[in-house]
Nanobody, 120 residues
Framework: QVQLVESGGGLVQAGGSLRLSCAAS????????MGWYRQAPGKERELVST???????NYADSVKGRFTISRDNAKKMVYLQMNSLKPVDTAVYYC??????????????WGKGTLVTVSS
């Protein structure tokens, strides 16, 4: 079993910053891509950012230049530094990881989410 646990959400004013963290644990042979998705009230879940096992990042256009994703493979952690936050960034943020519990058998895992609220 694999668990992803997010932390770092909260309430912040527009223009402020937050840093989200996600810790992976359990039966992990290899962590592949990791990342963050978000779901705002009444909307579908959308990609925010992903990062490959080699550290290559990918960002949604809406967050480019404001958010930075990083990972620590030794600690099995992924982070999302969010700067210049806007009210439209308000959402539940979900951690994602592609995990091989045995070699060449990758599955997608999700955290339970952490709420980010940006006030105007």
């Amino acid at each position: 079993q694999v668990q992803l646990v997010e932390s770092g959400g909260g309430l912040v004013q527009a223009g402020g910053s937050l840093r989200l963290s996600c810790a992976a644990s359990g039966r992990i042979f290899r962590l592949n891509a990791m990342g963050w998705y978000r779901q705002a009230p009444g909307k579908e879940r959308e990609l925010v950012s992903t990062i490959s096992s080699g550290g290559w990042p990918n960002y949604a256009d809406s967050v480019k230049g404001r958010f930075t994703i990083s990972r620590d493979n030794a600690k099995k952690m992924v982070y999302l530094q969010m700067n210049s936050l806007k009210p439209v960034d308000t959402a539940v943020y979900y951690c994602y990881a592609g995990v091989e519990t045995v070699p060449s058998n990758a599955m997608d895992y999700w955290g339970k989410g952490t709420l980010v609220t940006v006030s105007s």
